[in-house]
């Protein structure tokens, strides 16, 4: 699955360590990174066929 | 106040499903895995009257009123009785408020409204059941924001326990529904506010005094949407789940021509004293931080409108913002991801989305110190104090609220979607990304996994929601509703917002206990009472003057 091959590269990512996290405000930098990993996360759990799964998304209308 | 969440269903790998059929599935499902020992409750509205009576609403509505009677010392027909003893209706509430007058045109309507409507009412005091083609859940009446999000989030998990309950039992559909409002096809479908409002405060200046409010708050409340236009016919993410679906000022509807402020005027309650404020406008949230502020503050300005009745001279800031194009403006302030657009006012003015917020904002404080002794109790503090920390925020920079609004929320990771593997706004996975988000499974939904991840601020207790599943909230009359359910649930044959009734072994009629005050039937008022009663009959005993 692609998923599992996210989190072993993460898993990769994260074995040297790292220096101390910044103590102001994130930088850009910082939050992109931030955000990359809730996407390794999110990755994982993804609808594999991305378009068949918005196709398959119908709803009727309601209030 | 209290919101109405229609989730979307789906049942995966079948799109042609039906999904009113599916819906009840869910809604039943649920009634069944709460339902207590011995109780079929699977069955329960083939067997309940009242649902008899929406199935053949036509010609048994007229026999509410009478089955339903506001005397409880007065005996009311069985529902078998034929029609003829109808009091006044005038003035009193349909009982199923989600089937009053449904104005859609969808043959299949009467095929399924007859056995299919399931619907429940639960021991927190809210409803459960199919409104058009989607399981919709009713939060019970709460009296302040912070409950309504412990029990929007209660909602949250009575969808989730039922698309569990199906998912473990063969024979029955696996469903999945989310808590979101459009399919990025053409359809929509509504997450309603209630809030309770003094019947003395005139309509048309409720209304316009909201207007701009609620055309501008989304930047706040908004959940984010990949897809522009009703069906998502452009590519691109806007900030508004509805926004696209707004196209009239004031007005009735709730399925076309979806109004910013609706008109509906069932208060479910005593209407000389209150008007239920019933808005359309808003999208579904997860974020509780989303949540609260868009409860908190669109309660704050309605506290302000009705100040104003008395010192009209408050509302002179708020009536300056009118709006040139209202509706036009729903849409623009939607695409406006920048939060730099310009809306015209009816005086010339041009103003931010943030501005006019501000203005709301900066009314609300001058009334309370204007108002000698309002001193706003904690909780409006703290909403007021959120309010204005996030305008200023969203100002800088609307990252800078990524933990607590949810179309930001929604933005960052797509963004960071697009940027890592370059893609353009209509490439599937950013729309698979939109619906997944809100999907209610913790395992699934991307809402849930950055709340795992702790990216998102969460506002109350989990065990709180978890209690919030079967209890009701203590300070308004929901805590009669839902404990009457949880204590004498087989002898409860109906119950709605403003009454219950019981079917009391022994009595030759049914028994309805009136609940026209929403802060009557609060556990300060009949927690003694309903703990000491073993049963509805005795219930029905202490409640009637006149017998035993």
């Known amino acids: 699955m692609a998923g599992q091959e996210h989190v072993q590269r993460r898993r990769e990512d994260e074995e040297p360590p790292e220096s101390a996290p910044p103590a102001a405000a994130p930088s850009a930098q910082a939050r992109d990174a931030e955000v990359d990993s809730l996407l390794e996360e999110i990755d994982e759990v993804l609808e594999s066929n991305a378009e068949s799964f918005v196709r398959g998304f119908v709803q009727k209308g309601g209030q | ?548």
């Open chain 2, 1 to 548: 106040m209290g919101i109405e969440t229609e989730f979307g269903i789906v049942e995966p790998g079948r799109p042609q499903a039906n999904p009113m059929l599916l819906s009840s599935t869910v809604v039943s499902a649920y009634a069944a895995l709460v339902a207590g020992p011995g109780r079929a409750r699977w069955d329960y509205e083939d067997e309940d009257p009242l649902a008899d009576a929406r199935g053949f609403r036509l010609q048994r509505a007229a026999a509410h009123p009478s089955l339903l009677t506001d005397d409880p010392t007065r005996p009311a027909p069985s529902g078998d009785d034929p029609v003829g003893t109808v009091d006044d209706a005038a003035g009193r509430d349909e009982v199923p408020p989600q089937l009053g007058a449904t104005h859609r045109e969808r043959p299949a309507v009467e095929e399924y409204d007859d056995p299919g409507a399931a619907t429940t009412i639960l021991s927190n005091g809210a409803r459960f059941y199919v409104d058009h083609a989607h399981p919709e859940y009713s939060s019970p009446e709460v009296t302040g924001p912070r409950a309504g999000v412990v029990w929007d989030k209660a909602g949250e998990e009575v969808a989730l326990r039922a698309v569990r309950a199906l998912a473990s039992t063969p024979g029955l559909p696996d469903v999945v529904l989310y808590k979101n409002n459009v399919d990025g096809k053409g359809a929509s479908y509504g997450t309603h506010e209630n809030y309770l409002v003094d019947r003395a405060v005139r309509f048309d200046v409720l209304a316009a005094a909201l207007i701009p409010f609620l055309v501008t708050r989304q930047v706040f409340t908004g959940a984010g949407r990949v897809g522009l236009g009703q069906a998502g016919q452009a590519a691109g993410f806007q900030i508004s789940q509805r926004a696209d679906y707004i196209e009239a000022e004031v007005g009735l509807e709730t399925t076309l021509r979806r109004p910013i402020v609706n008109t509906r005027d069932e208060p479910h309650a005593d209407r000389t004293r209150w008007r239920r404020l019933h808005l359309i406008i808003g999208d579904a949230t997860l974020l509780e931080v989303s949540t609260w502020l868009r409860l908190g503050t669109t309660s704050a300005v309605l506290w302000l409108v009705e100040q104003a009745r008395t010192r009209p001279d408050l509302l002179a800031a708020v009536g300056a913002l009118a709006l040139a194009d209202p509706v036009a403006e729903v849409r623009e302030v939607s695409r406006d991801l920048s939060l730099t657009h310009r809306l015209t006012l009816e005086d010339g003015r041009r103003l931010t989305a943030l501005e006019v917020q501000r203005a709301y904002l900066d009314a609300v404080r001058a009334a309370m110190s204007a108002e000698v002794g309002t001193e706003p109790d904690d909780e409006t503090a703290a909403v007021l104090a959120r309010w204005d920390s996030v305008l200023s925020r969203l100002a800088e920079d609307p990252v800078l609220c990524a933990r607590e609004v949810e179309w930001v929320a929604k933005l960052r990771l797509l963004e960071g979607m697009r940027r890592r593997d370059h893609l353009a706004w209509d490439n599937p996975r950013l729309a698979a990304m939109d619906i997944q988000w809100s999907d209610v499974r913790p395992e699934r939904g991307l809402y849930h996994r950055l709340l795992a991840a702790d990216a998102v601020e969460r506002l109350v207790d989990p065990a709180e929601v978890a209690a919030a599943v079967a209890e009701p909230p203590a300070d308004t009359r929901a805590y009669f509703r839902g404990t009457v359910v949880r204590r004498y649930g087989a002898q409860v044959r109906a119950a709605s917002w403003d009454s219950v009734v019981l079917d009391v072994p022994g009595l030759p009629t049914l028994q309805r206990i009136p609940l026209r005050d929403p802060w009557r039937g609060t556990r300060a008022h009949v927690g003694a009472l309903l703990e000491e009663c073993a049963d509805a009959g005795e219930l029905v005993a202490r409640l009637t003057p006149s017998s035993s």
